[in-house]
């Protein structure tokens, strides 16, 4: 059984920085690409960045490009997303998720409760 537990959320200024942590558990973490997700209320839920199994390949999505940055230590089992000059449209929940294959490409099945990100003007 695969967990995943997200952490630093919360509310920011425009401009601000955060640093969300997914914590995984009950999987070989290191063999799977890993991404962040995000959801407003009426929205589909949308891939903001993603990771190979060895941090060599990344996806990001345009709207975060430039401003985001995702990174994995598989020692700790744990992916990050730094977010630096945050937008009130960055608002949302954030959610981490395992891919099926190694690389950022693949479905994802296995989700965490999510954090909320708020980001005021």
């Known amino acids: 059984q695969v967990q995943l537990v997200e952490s630093g959320g919360g509310l920011v200024q425009a401009g601000g920085s955060l640093r969300l942590s997914c914590a995984a558990s009950g999987r070989i973490f290191s063999n799977y690409g890993m991404a962040w997700f995000r959801q407003t209320p009426g929205k589909e839920r949308e891939r903001v960045a993603a990771i190979s199994w060895n941090g060599g390949l990344t996806y990001y999505a345009d709207s975060v490009k430039g401003r985001f940055t995702i990174s994995r230590d598989n020692a700790k089992n744990t992916v990050y997303l730094q977010m630096n000059r945050l937008k009130p449209e960055d608002t949302a929940v954030y959610y981490c998720?395992?891919?099926?294959?190694?690389?950022?490409?693949?479905?994802?099945?296995?989700w965490g409760q999510g954090t909320q990100v708020a980001v005021s003007s």
């Open positions: 998720a395992v891919s099926s294959g190694s690389t950022i490409f693949g479905e994802y099945h296995f």
